[in-house]
C-alpha cells in the first residue's frame, strides 16, 4: 500500500485536523484522535496489529464506551488511521512538489515515498501497516483505494505536468502508468529486500525512479 508502510521516514501524525466549530465536536475529534494516537504508539513498539480495543483505551485512558462511540471495531481505526496517515503525507509531497519541474517533482515522490524508516520507531509502524494493507487490499479493496486516492491523484497531476511541458511522451495512459508508478514506488521496501537476495543489489527509490523515468521521456 502505498503499501503505507514506508511512505514517510518521519514519524506520522495522527493528531493534525481542521479545528472544530463548536466544543462537542472539538472534543469528539480529540477523543478519536487520543485512539489513533495509541494506536500508532502500539504499532510504533509492536510492529503489529493484532492488539486489542481494551489496550487502546487502556492506553488513551477512556472506556470502551467512547471507543465504540467513535469506531466499530479495531478495524475502522485501523483504516481512519492509515487513511489519515496518506492523506496527511501526500498534502506535504503536493507542497513539496509543486513548484519543481515535473521530472524532479517526480524524483523527489519517489524518494519520500519510499524512503526506509529512520527509527526503530518507524520501522515497527512501517512493518504493521505493511500488514494491514496487506489485509485492506484483500478484504476491503475499495476502502483501499480510498486510502491511496490521495497520493494517484498527486502522481497523476505530475504526469499531466510533464506532458504539458513537453518532457514526458503525450501518447502516455496516464491514469494506469500513475497507478502502476505509485504501486512500484510503495514497493520498494519489499524491493529493496528481494534485490539483495537476487542480485546482491538492494533496490531504493532511486532504481525505482530511474526505471519508471524511461518509459515516460519522450
Do not use: C
Request: net charge negative; glycine share 6%; aromatic share 6%.
Amino acid at each position: 500500500m502505498a503499501k503505507v508502510s514506508g511512505a514517510e521516514s518521519r514519524q506520522p501524525q495522527a493528531d493534525h485536523a481542521p479545528a472544530a466549530t463548536d466544543p462537542a465536536r472539538a472534543k469528539s475529534q480529540a477523543r478519536a484522535q487520543s485512539f489513533m494516537r495509541s494506536a500508532l504508539a502500539i504499532l510504533g513498539e509492536t510492529g503489529r496489529t493484532d492488539f486489542t480495543v481494551l489496550e487502546v483505551v487502556e492506553r488513551s485512558k477512556t472506556s470502551l464506551r467512547a471507543f465504540y462511540q467513535h469506531f466499530a471495531t479495531k478495524d475502522e481505526l485501523l483504516l481512519a488511521l492509515v487513511e489519515k496517515i496518506m492523506a496527511d503525507a501526500t498534502e506535504r509531497w503536493a507542497a513539496e512538489t509543486a513548484d519543481l519541474p515535473s521530472d524532479e517533482a517526480l524524483r523527489l515522490l519517489v524518494d519520500r515515498v519510499s524512503a526506509p524508516a529512520e527509527s526503530t520507531t518507524q520501522e515497527g509502524i512501517n512493518r504493521g501497516l505493511t500488514y494491514y494493507n496487506d489485509h485492506l487490499l484483500e478484504t476491503r479493496p475499495k476502502e483501499f483505494a480510498k486510502v491511496l486516492a490521495p497520493l494517484n491523484r498527486l502522481v497523476i497531476d505530475i504526469l499531466r505536468r510533464g506532458i504539458a511541458d513537453g518532457v514526458f511522451r503525450s501518447d502516455l495512459d496516464v491514469a494506469t502508468d500513475a497507478t502502476i508508478l505509485m504501486h512500484t514506488a510503495l514497493g520498494a521496501l519489499r524491493l529493496r529486500d528481494l534485490g539483495a537476495e537476487l542480485n546482491g543489489v538492494p533496490i531504493d527509490g532511486r532504481h525505482v525512479y530511474e526505471f519508471s523515468l524511461r518509459g515516460l521521456l519522450k
